[in-house]
């Protein structure tokens, strides 16, 4: 095997490996450079809080966190940037399911920091 071969299938390890990340970690990412509601801080809420958050009356959570102005109010005039940064486990935290990944909790204050960009 030649070495630009080998280069070559270094390339797709390297490629193959980034792959196997979490779905959501990912998304994450994409997120750290934008912090744009539309973008990817939406997607952090449907992933992690609309499944109890929803407007539906069987909803476990007490509001919906539906649109952009929903969420938006949640982090300026509720409780929802003191949630979602509770120590894991501690009563209170949001999701209720554990603590996200410092990624997600960073984009969603990055978010609210750059004057929630919808
Ligand atoms: C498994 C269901 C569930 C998930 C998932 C969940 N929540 Fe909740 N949430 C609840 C319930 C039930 C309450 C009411 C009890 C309480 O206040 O802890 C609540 C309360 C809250 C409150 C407090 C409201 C107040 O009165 O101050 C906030 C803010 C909140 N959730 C935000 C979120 C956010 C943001 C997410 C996602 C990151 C999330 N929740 C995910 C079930 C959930």
Redesign the pocket.
């Known amino acids: 095997m030649n070495s630009k071969n080998i280069i070559i299938i270094a390339v797709l390890m390297i490629l193959g490996s980034c792959t196997n990340d979490k779905q959501s970690d990912l998304e994450a990412i994409v997120c750290v450079d934008t912090f744009i509601y539309s973008d990817c801080i939406k997607t952090?809420?449907e992933e992690?809080?609309t499944?109890?958050?929803h407007s539906g009356s069987n909803a476990?959570?007490?509001?919906p966190?539906e649109t952009y102005d929903q969420v938006r109010d949640?982090a300026e005039n509720?409780?929802?940037l003191?949630?979602?940064q509770l120590p894991d486990g501690a009563n209170?935290i949001?999701?209720?399911?554990g603590k996200?990944t410092q990624t997600k909790i960073d984009a969603i204050l990055n978010w609210v920091n750059e004057g929630f960009l919808e």
């Open positions: 952090i809420i992690n809080c499944i109890c958050h476990p959570g007490p509001f966190l949640a509720g409780n929802l003191v949630r979602i209170g949001m999701p209720q399911t996200m």
